[in-house]
């Protein structure tokens, strides 16, 4: 049998597989399809619109779409209804999919387009279906997660981002510890009842599996809590006492099998970091000393008006989360070599929740103030409505209000956070160009949710590049490459130097080359731009004719 895996991207709370990140669904559904015998490839959705994905001779086609949350996309954006139902219209042989709801919960349109939509896990279906011709829903094995998670490795193979910025989101266990009291009423997670753990070794089989792929970035995510693994009191409590030693011990492994250019991390509970501070300094400072620099454990706290907290069975209080951004930050908020902070929180908002009022949103922002005030970084604030993937919300009632909220949070928070996180001058490694707007080249670093970079002139996309910061947006950068060639330098790039302007870049221009910056120091004649020229130009080599 020839089976085609069509990855249409996953954006979850706990999950990401948009270009640059590849999902373990996708690669649990190539690594079942491969172990049933079936000769299977892999394309995204981006290789479809591109140039086409040839049908011919296939007679199983598995979907992966798993959108749970609206996001904005720099590009990749994941598969369309209408995508979808084109290409299951184009198919002759056996469609299944995974759409991240329930079938009932599936768009209408998208309902008769599928021969099955997956309930439970695609990949578990997809091997059924392959070696035994039977077609039912029902969660994989222990052994199956670990042996497909090792054969689908190879999928990173075939994506468009292989050999570049391509970073695999790796699974660290399913559920949440929450799950005894039915968890954060938005969230599906608890439905998945008892937490079930990856074991250390399954988890380091498949990051050296990937790595053997050509993988050369991580995120160990798709997990409501890091500080959770492997919790001894695990189904006693839902602020489980941390592991240190289990954490550390698969932290390390990754970093010494593995040798990852980027390894970062997702979710942690607030309440749980704040209910046992030894523990949770020991796996943070783990977590500082194994990871690259520039991680992000985005905390869940929600919201921080208490009557929501208490009719939406929410996870921690405002205290909680308050002390939780504290510990991170004594030991995370040391710079590391990309030019970022080690690690430090995100603070999610959902907004629409049962019991919220417009009280809610000053309650939330005077939190925000009370972290800004006592000089503690905030790597990300996100907000976001509520999506009723489990039960029904009055939603948010007052537009203007929560219109309001979030400007202040932007211009009022994140524009104080940004001056803090990334000051002028601050080197930011390893920026890989992606897209071009007019004149601009816009780039990220490689990791996990990344600052938008703006270059105020055109790079070659595809590369990576230093990038000196000059200025900020509420949740971007602006800068120039570091350190910029005096002596190749287009005006474009010239002029964008902070203190150079049209006349001084003509000056270099016309002077050029320099044997060294002697010459070059000398077109500077007030200190404040000599002090500029000195940090963000170089001379490079000038190459005599013989």
Excluded at 111 to 122: E, N, Q, T, W
Excluded at 280 to 302: D, H, M, P, Q, Y
Aim: with cysteine; proline share 6%.
């Amino acid at each position: 049998m020839k089976a085609l895996v069509l990855d249409g991207y996953t954006d979850e709370p706990a999950c990401l597989g948009v270009p640059p990140f590849i999902s373990p669904y996708a690669r649990l559904a190539y690594g079942a399809l491969a172990s049933a015998g079936a000769e299977v490839s892999y394309a995204t959705i981006d290789h479809l619109r591109s140039r086409g994905v040839s049908f011919d001779k296939c007679d199983l086609l598995a979907v992966v779409r798993n959108i749970a949350v609206p996001g904005k996309y720099l590009r990749g954006m994941p598969a369309s209804d209408k995508e979808l139902i084109a290409v299951a219209g184009a198919f002759h042989g056996t469609t299944i999919a995974s759409l991240g709801v329930a079938p009932d919960r599936a768009p209408r349109e998208l309902k008769g387009c599928f021969d099955h939509i997956a309930s439970m896990d695609l990949d578990a279906c997809l091997f059924d279906l392959v070696s035994t011709r039977r077609l039912d829903d029902r969660r994989r094995t222990d052994a199956e997660w670990s042996d497909w998670s090792v054969e689908g490795a190879e999928a990173c193979a075939h994506h468009p981002d292989h050999g570049g910025p391509l970073i695999a989101e790796v699974q660290m266990y399913r559920g949440c510890v929450r799950y005894i009291t039915g968890g954060c009423r938005f969230c599906v997670e608890p439905l998945l009842g008892e937490v079930l753990f990856r074991q250390p070794k399954d988890i380091l089989r498949e990051v050296e599996a990937l790595s053997k792929a050509g993988v050369r970035n991580f995120r160990l995510g798709a997990q409501s809590c890091v500080y959770c693994y492997l919790s001894k009191e695990t189904g006693v409590s839902e602020n489980p006492r941390p592991n240190p030693e289990a954490v550390e011990k698969l932290l390390r492994g990754i970093s010494r099998t593995a040798k990852p250019e980027v390894f970062h991390l997702d979710n942690a509970n607030p309440a749980v970091i704040a209910e046992h501070p030894k523990e949770s300094r020991k796996i943070t400072k783990a977590i500082a000393e194994n990871c690259t620099s520039g991680n992000v454990l985005a905390f869940g706290l929600e919201s921080a008006d208490p009557v929501v907290r208490k009719a939406n069975n929410l996870n921690s209080t405002p205290e909680q989360a308050l002390e939780a951004i504290e510990i991170v930050n004594e030991i995370g908020s040391a710079r590391g070599p990309t030019g970022l902070p080690a690690a430090l929180p995100g603070i999610n908002f959902v907004c629409g929740l049962e019991g919220e009022t417009k009280a809610t949103y000053d309650l939330n922002l005077d939190f925000l103030r009370k972290v800004l005030a006592r000089g503690l970084l905030l790597r990300r604030i996100n907000i976001r409505q509520v999506i009723p993937s489990r039960s029904e919300f009055p939603g948010v009632k007052s537009r203007g209000a929560f219109m309001q909220f979030r400007r202040k949070v932007r211009e009022e928070i994140d524009a104080s956070m940004m001056e803090r996180l990334v000051p002028d001058r601050t080197v930011l490694t390893g920026v890989y160009a992606e897209v071009r707007e007019g004149g601009r080249t816009f780039g990220r670093q490689v990791g996990s949710y990344p600052l938008l970079i703006s270059i105020p002139y055109p790079v070659t996309i595809g590369r990576r590049f230093d990038i000196a910061v000059t200025g900020r947006g509420f949740r971007s950068a602006s800068g120039v490459i570091h350190p910029t060639d005096a002596n190749s330098a287009t005006m474009s790039m010239l002029q964008a130097i902070p203190g150079i302007g049209k006349k001084r870049a003509a000056a270099i221009v016309r002077q050029r080359p320099f044997d060294d910056t002697r010459g070059l120091w000398k077109l500077f004649d007030d200190p404040i731009s000599l002090e500029s020229a000195q940090f963000h130009l170089t001379c490079g080599k000038v190459h005599k004719a013989q």
